[in-house]
């Protein structure tokens, strides 16, 4: 395997035969890398950690390092990364705590650009780019095919629904809706259905267009949550995706944004 001179690499280390580990990277004990992975250079890696296939880490990347929540106290945990990501530079994602299921993961075909912060116990799914310098909470989740913008923070314990885009430098507090395009000028507000993102990704125009109206009627009737969800059901043609708006909102503990 490629492992240049000047890497540190721990014996407890499992580095497949086809990966390539760059100049001044360090790899701790327990930290295994799967085939074509490629660390280019000044990686810094802790385990516990599982890394898959054809991942790319660029300069100064810190990963699986220990969670600066203050109620860690040192039990083991671990991070998961899955496959052909992404990961820019001086990027930093944190292992997972007790409270959290012990664990950070990280799925597949994900973009995560410079500066972008992972928080412990964090859950992103595939297929999404989390911009410049974008800062995920403990406790996080990003589902499929989300957008997180340059700068935006997403508050401890929210959620981004799948087909998602946040715009840049939003402040999230509350779930973000799947499927919608919010941004916060000055507070948070979904401004509708993603439409150009998810007619991009396949989805028919008729589900677009059912998903649009539901959030219409979620962000723009005037009507509270539980009235909002009782038209759509009245009103709105059913789906699959509009059933999957729906019980994301049912399952929200801290609200959504509207």
């Given at each position: ?7 540190i690499?721990d014996?407890l ?13 360090i790899?701790g004990?327990e930290?295994?890398i799967?085939e ?5 250079a000044h990686v810094?890696m ?16 810190t ?19 899955g ?9 930093t994602?944190?292992?997972?705590t ?25 859950q992103v799914?595939?297929?999404?780019v ?5 800062t995920?909470?403990g406790?996080?989740?990003v589902?499929?095919?989300a ?5 935006t ?14 715009g840049?430098?939003?402040v999230?507090?509350?779930d ?7 941004t916060?000028?000055r ?8 439409k150009?993102g998810?007619e ?8 677009v267009?059912?998903?649009?109206k539901a ?11 539980t ?7 009245e ?10 708006l ?13």
């Amino acid at each position: 395997m490629p492992i240049h001179p000047t890497a540190i690499v721990d014996p407890l280390a499992r580095v497949a035969e086809s990966a390539d580990i760059g100049p001044y990277s360090i790899l701790g004990a327990e930290v295994a890398i799967g085939e074509r992975t490629r660390l280019i250079a000044h990686v810094y890696m802790e385990g516990p950690m599982w890394i898959g296939e054809d991942n790319l880490f660029y300069p100064y990347s810190t990963i699986g390092v220990a969670s600066q929540d203050l109620k860690y106290k040192g039990e083991r945990s671990e991070t998961r990364i899955g496959h052909r990501n992404k990961i820019r530079e001086f990027v930093t994602i944190h292992r997972g705590t007790q409270g959290g299921g012990l664990v950070t993961r990280i799925g597949d075909d994900n973009l995560l650009m410079a500066h972008v912060h992972v928080a412990h116990d964090a859950q992103v799914g595939d297929h999404s780019v989390l911009g410049h310098g974008a800062t995920l909470g403990g406790h996080t989740a990003v589902g499929d095919w989300a957008v997180v913008s340059a700068f935006t923070g997403v508050h401890q314990f929210c959620r981004v629904g799948r087909h998602a885009i946040i715009g840049g430098y939003s402040v999230i507090t509350q779930d973000v809706m799947p499927f919608s395009n919010t941004t916060t000028p000055r507070e948070p507000k979904s401004f509708g259905a993603n439409k150009i993102g998810l007619e991009r990704r396949g989805f028919s125009p008729e589900v677009v267009e059912a998903l649009n109206k539901a959030l219409r009627l979620l962000t723009r009737a005037g009507l509270n949550t539980t009235q909002a969800i009782e038209r759509i059901r009245e009103q709105v043609p059913p789906c699959a995706e509009v059933d999957e708006l729906i019980a994301f909102i049912e399952s929200s503990e801290r609200g959504v944004i509207k």
